[in-house]
């Protein structure tokens, strides 16, 4: 699903671009229906796949819907997979390696071209901790 985003920010054509968010809106509406009646992806207990997911998910809402131009549906929009990265997040192990002011500083003043005036973005309300 990364690589699709990143695909989708950097299309230079309407057909790739096209292309790009229809696989990262797809692939989140799979992953979103497995979660369905299971916490995790694989296993009944937090494993690699589900760290590599909530890396990917963290930064969605914060950056890659805006940024990366995938803007048709927010995270929240997809309630097991919010549920899913919001359970993840709790963990204060976890909690401490995110840091949404560095995400963000590191897409949009750190992308070339595709930013050249170094705007960053607000941090969207995202209520994780309530």
Known sequence: MANAV??????????????AVNLVFGTMQAVEDRL???????????????IRLFATLVRFDTVYATHFRCTRYRLVDFPNLTRFTRDIYQNPLVR???????????????????????????????????
């Open 96 to 130: 401490k390696t995110v840091d949404f002011d560095e995400i963000r500083r590191g897409y949009y003043l750190n992308d070339g071209t595709h930013n050249p005036h170094g705007i960053v973005a607000e941090q969207p309300f995202l209520g994780w901790l309530d």
């Open 36 to 50: 369905r009646f299971r916490q995790f992806l694989v296993t009944s207990h937090l494993t690699e796949p589900d």
């Open 6 to 19: 990143y695909r989708a920010g950097k299309a230079q054509r309407q057909d790739e671009y096209d292309t």
